[in-house]
């Protein structure tokens, strides 16, 4: 059972990259730029943690749906999988949105000619 909230994690990661490649909005677009971003949005985040558990504002939740494996002192496996969907998915959203509100404009610009 204490692998359940990995794996949770783990299919909506798939989710996110089955969507990506479906509607090519983030990797499949360049993946490249899609790496570099998602890396740095990942560390930027694991960074916040780092200093919030530093400070000692941060704590690690003891949870039997958890696995108890700790990649840094409070900070565990699980965190580094939630940020990376974190990341992946705001990447997809704002590629999606920004495509809705470009073909809203496109349509709109048809009706008034």
Not at 11 to 38: E, K, N, P, Q, S
Not at 83 to 106: D, I, K
């Amino acid at each position: 059972m204490g692998i359940l909230y990995l794996l949770a994690l783990a299919i909506a990661l798939t989710g996110m990259v089955m969507l990506d490649r479906r509607f090519r909005l983030f990797f499949w677009r360049d993946a490249r730029r899609a790496a570099v971003v998602l890396v740095v949005g990942v560390l930027f985040f694991l960074a916040w943690d780092v200093s919030g558990i530093t400070a000692g504002i941060f704590f690690r939740g003891e949870t039997s749906f958890m696995t108890g494996v700790l990649v840094g002192p409070e900070l565990p496996l699980e965190e580094v999988f939630f940020l990376t969907l974190l990341c992946y998915l705001t990447m997809n959203l704002f590629e999606a949105v920004g495509r809705m509100l470009g073909s809203a404009r496109a349509m709109g610009r048809e009706r008034r000619s």
